[in-house]
Every structure is written in structure tokens, then in C-alpha cells.
């Protein structure tokens, strides 16, 4: 049941960082200001990180000792 939940999230971060990456209202890198390009990095960041770690605790948690 935890694996489904980790999993679940892990799934959720990467629709969120898909839909950063690829939504169609935002703008162009080069129109932005350096503060949003920067808010942008870390949000993508902060979306993959949750995504590998959710990988990363399924495959812990499937682990018989």
C-alpha cells in the first residue's frame, strides 16, 4: 500500500514538471526576467528530485531482506 502512495507522488512530480516544461502560455526563456528563469530552474529541480526519490523509495520498499 505505501509503494502505491510513493509511487502515486513520484507520478504527480513528473506531470508537474512535464507541464512546466511544456505548457503552452508561458514564455520564451529569452523573454523572461533572471527572476523567473531562476524560479523556473528550481521548480523543474525540485520536481525531478521528487520524482527520482519517489522512484528511488519503490524500489527500496519492493526489497525483501
Known amino acids: 500500500m ?8 513520484s ?7 512535464l ?3 511544456f505548457n503552452k502560455r508561458q514564455k520564451p526563456w529569452n523573454e523572461m ?3 523567473e528563469q531562476r524560479t523556473k530552474k ?3 529541480a525540485s520536481g525531478t528530485t ?5 522512484l528511488l523509495a ?3 520498499l519492493g526489497k525483501k531482506k
Open 19 to 21: 507541464y512546466l516544461l
Open 11 to 17: 507520478l504527480i512530480a513528473l506531470a508537474f514538471v
Open 50 to 54: 521528487v520524482f527520482l526519490a519517489g
Open 58 to 60: 519503490t524500489y527500496f
Open 2 to 9: 505505501i509503494r502505491i502512495i510513493v509511487f502515486s507522488i
Open 42 to 44: 528550481i521548480m523543474v
Open 33 to 35: 526576467t533572471e527572476k
